[in-house]
């Protein structure tokens, strides 16, 4: 073979491309069909795999050496953390409980990412987008152990995230969680790109990463604020992969157009519904606030998704018919939220507590349309209940799970923030209740998908979560009643971190 | 004199989680403990996957292998992410520095013609098994079951990708773009390199992820890697050219790395039960034989009238760590 070297320096996009698309060969010996066999079914139609846009050009060489970078900051900032007991420097010990609620499911979640990535690294023929994600798929992994790493140490010294992986698929309230990455791993490859890579890595991720990181920022929390920031230039590539997918889909075939819609569709709402968990965080968990769920949600739902969707305006996209109820519910979801933590705190891993006067102030000047009128009074008077020894508890249990968010009934009608929403269906004489126009769209678009979902109000009335009494709950849960949970005042967290603060800043 | 710098302690209320304290007792846990054991979930997907709809989301009967403890499927190498990331950044950056020497040295030029023709001929299309070899450990970390075994083939799949890679830029050094194309096509068309690839788009289809670990990971990379990075670089350094070693040190290193782990998962799982033993021991002579055609056909023609002894001897040495592993009889 006479060959002579190339004199002529190739382009950056021509040696990626070289040393990606070029690896890749179509199979003879094996139908492409039976190599590939997921990336059809959903009915996405692709004619060149070739028009994809690398939204990223990253050679594996280059990968391990920025991300051994982060990682080497990363721990040398964990370790230093943990030996000068830096938990110690938080705002104040309540601050933890945000973050218990953020270790227990999110390492979870981003896990099941990475195995939502792996599945679409291996199943899109198209070698672009497989790649790509690949890539996605190992920082997941990443994005799993950084975080139970940062929360090793806290639950060395705090109550409430000792049993996550327990408690993750057991806890009534994960299920909002857990069922909404299970129902976008059990759709297909392009499903997948539009609920994760799309809706939630785009759309959502910022609703996440910025308060939840922020918070911890201004809440003094070095630990979780470093793999966040760690994390979110990670996010950076993500969000560039999600979009590329979208526009692909959308430019190779118009049949495409109604397809990937109705997936935004499903997967804004799936997600805005998630996403309720930080409002009520972000709104009365953290001891120095950040900025109220609403102002986070006209930030980064409204002008900059607003700005997205204009752009995605030209291939035909609509916003989707949920962002009206959920511009209408971000002046209610924390409010909402946080009363039914507070009422049902029997049976979750963290403690609640009725907003200080100050912080009441704070909603009322966040809030003028609704906290005043709906929400303080309520307040003031489970304040008043507290203050003479009888603390409000719903032992009445919870009421019906949504069958689609799995929220339990606690949300109201648009526009009637004193009654409680509600809808239901039949299905093969069955009856189904939902939280929300939106989740029963849902269900009657894929109905024999959410029958099967795993409802636990249900499931404890079966006598499937320990036995059916409220002892054996716990026990199954790995819960301690009283020490896990229920009032911040007087309990084990708080005594301790006095005294450890005491010792680390006075000579008593 | 040593000097203890003091920082306020204070007594933990425990040492590590629940389900870490349950394996290992109530004591510090290592970030690799921290970040595999029990991740994956085991019970209650809430629904069926819309892509195979008879198994749940993680299902154990995605392989015929049976485990007790999925999680005795550990790596030995205890990579979590951060310990493998940083490893692999150091092993790369020696890799550069090695490459960087050789193409600064006038190496590539100076290689013999016959040196330069056995690479482009043998080295160079092998970036396609690499390809092949990465979407395989894809699929073992999209389907296997345990975070244990599963994060390890997503690390592995990334090594592929990178070697893949790093074959790439040879191919580009010894005759840019040409060098890649037409390594493509003895990849696609060559009489020698067919037996490989049938191997590969083969094993494509194995629907069964442990098979598939002992197709590529033990049989076809126990077949290949001594073969391209042993054999081949004894007959280029004969031509008295160090390039094919210093080009490819990281997959030397890589391969004796990788195959501490291969084996101690096929040890583990052998050592579960007369069942598994006689699965991965079936699997391995079955691919055995199949990958003993596709280097024999690669081997004749880069090795001539020596390949018969060069098969031999990868071959032989093969079985014996197969003996070694429990799953090969006999001679």
Redesign the interface.
Known sequence: MDMKATQKKMSLKDRYRHLTRGLDWETTYQPMDVVFPYDKYEGIKVHDWDKWEDPFRLTMDAYWKYQAEKERKLYAILDSFNQSNGHLNVTDARYINAIKIFFTAVPQVEYMAHRGFSIAGRQFRGVGPRVACQMQAIDEIRHAQTQIHTASNYNKYYNGINAFVHQYPRMWYQSVGKSFIDDAITGGPFEWMVAIGFSFEYVLTNLVFVPFVSGAAYNGDVGTMTFGFSAQSDEARHMTLGLECIKFMLEQDPDNLPIVQGWIDKWTWRGTRFLSLIGAMMDYMLPKRVMSWREAWDIYFEQNGGALFRDLARYGIKVPDCVAQAAEAKEHVSHQLWAALYQWNFGTMFHTWIPSPEELDWLSAKYPDTFDKYYRPRWEMWAQMEKEGKRYVNAGGLGANCQVCQFPMIFTEPGDPTKLCHRQTVYKKEKYHFCSDHCQHIFENEPEKYIQSWLPVNQMLQGNMGGGGLEEFFKWVHLRPGIDNMGFEGSEDQRNFAQWRGMATTNS | MQIDLR??E?K????????LAERFGDKP?T?YQ??TY????T?????????EPDLE??DERRTRIRMKDWYDFKDPRQY???AY??A???Q??AA?SAFAFAVENGM??ALPERSR?LM??FLVPA??A??GA??NN??M???GYG?AF??AC??A???R??I???I??IG?????????H?A?EL??RGASWQPL??YL??S??VKDWFELFVAQNLVLDGLLYPFLYRHLRTLISADGNAFHGLATKFMSDWDSEATRWVDAIVKTAVAESAENKLLVSEWAFDYFGRGTEALAALAVAAFGSDAEAVVGVITDELKARLQKLGIWEGE
């Open positions: 920082t306020v204070i933990p209320l425990r040492q590590t989680f629940d389900h846990a970030r921290e970040g029990d991740i994956q979930q019970w209650l997907y809430h629904y069926r996957p819309t892509w989301i993680f979590y992410y951060g990331t940083i692999r950044a150091k790369q950056e550069d590539v030029e023709e482009l001929q970036r396609h690499e390809w990465n979407m894809m699929f970390s999209a389907y975070t599963e994060a997503n690390y799949a990334m090594d990708l990178g893949a890679q790093q790439s830029r580009l050094a010894l005759g840019g773009e040409e060098a890649l037409a493509k990849w696609l690839r049938r788009e083969d494509f289809v």
